[in-house]
């Protein structure tokens, strides 16, 4: 299945964070609402008060976003995340 997310939209696969250490130390026990995804495809950039602002992120880009900013979309039978550009937080590099 084809999917092209609309204008400024990125379409990502959420990652699952071990919050258990090798040795059993649980990191924390609050889920945080900052999250880690892998970025599958992004949208052509959108038109905001008369200037094209371009994708800053591509694909298998890692990204930080906030649970809350996104939409939810099954694919395939697997979850994935809808966001708009303007609501990552953050992208990982090595």
Avoid: W
């Avoid at 200037?51 to 930080?64: C, G, L, P």
């Amino acid at each position: 299945m084809n999917v092209k997310p609309m204008f400024d939209r990125v379409l990502a696969l959420p990652i699952q964070e071990e919050n258990i250490t090798k040795s059993g130390i649980c990191l924390n026990t609050i889920e945080t609402q900052t999250k880690k995804a892998k970025v599958i495809c992004v949208g052509n950039g959108i038109y905001e008060d008369g200037v094209f602002i371009e994708m800053q992120v591509k694909k298998n880009d890692i990204i930080f976003y906030e649970e809350h900013t996104t939409a939810k979309v099954i694919i395939e039978n697997i979850e994935h995340i809808l966001i708009k550009q303007s609501d990552i937080l953050a992208i990982l590099s090595e």
